[in-house]
């Protein structure tokens, strides 16, 4: 593995398992001193201590303003500077249908998922500042930032938002030889899900869902953290603003031509399940 990163510290929240875990492996790897973030300090301190490099866990809330500033003042005092970040923590909400969302799932998910990655934003911008130095950040999208589904809706509000914080920030960053990207994964069975794991969309038929892309296979955490590693390396030195989809040809899928699966499926029977078995009469 080359040194990509050799000499540079690299934050990675949400690193406690799943794509973030991944990533902190890749970039200890290759070379980087890492500040492994969750909001489950155990989780990280499992982590970091697997890393083959110099690293310390932090427990930290990433979608409140201290526990940003609490992961970046320990980073600064072991290793007095950041050069990357990878903002990755996010949560995935509930299956209720959009009429069943309250307020409070809502914002929950719009708290971690957008107030949080824009607090990670604003602290990378400020230690960069601070040091009068460059840097790279990569920031978690999704799937569910390019495209849409009848479920989860605040999740993929917040993704999609996400979206927006990448490109304005890679705008304002620009200039200032900062730059900021997006990693947009696929279907990745990882923890994240496995709270729905008997959900109809959840983690159980991941596999089967996936079979359904141009590669015909589910991604793994390590095939997401290769793309962390090549955007926040000065291999993408020329990139910035961009949403990378690392998702097995998804979102090129055109679902009602034969190529896609067109009638491969049963539109009543994923209905049913959507909003009930007698919706159809209970609508006309």
Known sequence: MSGRFEGSVAVVTGAGG?????????LSSEGARVVVVDIDGDAAE???????????????????????QSYADAAIAAFGRIDHHHLNAGIFGGFQPLPDISVDDFERVMAVNVRGQFLGLR??????????????????????????AADLLPYHTSKHAVVGLVRAAAMYGGPLGIRVNGVAPGIVPTDLFAAAATTAGGKNDMEQRASTTP?????????????????????????TGQILSVDGGATIVNTVRPSGGAGAWDADAVDAQLYGENWKEEIS
């Open 215 to 239: 590669l015909r296979r589910a991604g793994s955490a390590d095939e997401i953290a290769a793309t962390v590693a090549f955007v926040l390396s000065q291999d993408a030195s020329y990139m």
């Open 123 to 148: 602290a990378a911008f400020r230690c960069y500042r601070a040091q009068r130095s460059v840097g790279a950040i990569a920031v978690t999208a999704s799937i569910a930032s390019l495209t849409a």
């Open 18 to 26: 799943g794509l973030g875990r991944a990533s902190a492996h890749r």
């Open 46 to 68: 499992r982590t970091r201590a697997e890393l083959p490099g110099e690293a310390i866990a932090v427990r930290a809330d990433i979608a409140t303003e201290e526990g940003v």
